[in-house]
Each structure stands twice: as C-alpha cells, then as structure tokens.
Nanobody
Framework: QAQLVESGGGLVQAGGSLRLSCAAS????????MGWFRQTPGKEREYVAA????????YYADFAKGRFIISRDKAEKMVYLQMNSLKPEDAALYFC???????????????WGQGTRVTVSA
C-alpha cells in the first residue's frame, strides 16, 4: 500500500485553477515537513512548496509565490496544493513527499507518492 497518494490532477486552461491532494497512510509527526515537487521529461525534479506539519509554516518556490497555496489537515493527514493562475509551464507530474526537516532538495525527502499529472492548455 502506497504511503502517500496524490490526486486532483487533470487538464485545465491557462489562467485556471486546480487543487491537488495528498493522502498519507504513513505516520506524520510534528517534526516532519511535507513538500510538493514537480517534474517534466528531461528536467530534474523541482521544488514547489513545503509546510511544517506541526506549526504549519509554509514555504514557496519563487514561481509559486502569490499563485499557489500549500495547506494541511492534521486530523485527516491530508496535504493540499491549491494552484491558481496556472500557466502552460506549470504542466508537470506533481509529487508530494515527506521529509524530516525543511529542504528544497528532493533527496532530503524519503517517502514519495506516485504523482498526479497536471496539464495546462494555452
């Protein structure tokens, strides 16, 4: 059974919105950080946003600031990524991941979901 499962991807027009969800069956503790990353063919995995599980402190990549919002529901063990004003360059496979501390480096996260695909039409 997958420990993290993403959902909510799909096709959206440029300028539109989409909300991604990540359901965790793995334990998530106050010290953990949950992150969202994305990847397109031929490119390395790219940091999008992160949230400290306990305090709820949020962090964003520059391209995500003002457009994306990361949030979590501790009781439900859910992580969300609300994406607004989507651009064609946002199209990618989006992953959620669990890490021990805040980082923008993918290798710092030990548990990953399978990803959910986001397509943005011009």
């Amino acid at each position: 059974q997958a420990q993290l499962v993403e959902s909510g991807g799909g096709l959206v027009q440029a300028g539109g919105s989409l909300r991604l969800s990540c359901a965790a069956s793995a334990n998530i503790f106050s010290s953990h950080v949950m992150g969202w990353f994305r990847q397109t063919p031929g490119k390395e995995r790219e940091y999008v946003a992160a949230i400290r599980w306990g305090a709820g402190t949020t962090y964003y990549a520059d391209f995500a600031k003002g457009r994306f919002i990361i949030s979590r529901d501790k009781a439900e063990k859910m992580v969300y990524l609300q994406m607004n004003s989507l651009k064609p360059e946002d199209a990618a496979l989006y992953f959620c991941a669990r890490g021990n501390s805040y980082s923008v480096i993918p290798s710092s996260y030990s548990i990953w979901g399978q990803g959910t695909r986001v397509t943005v039409s011009a």
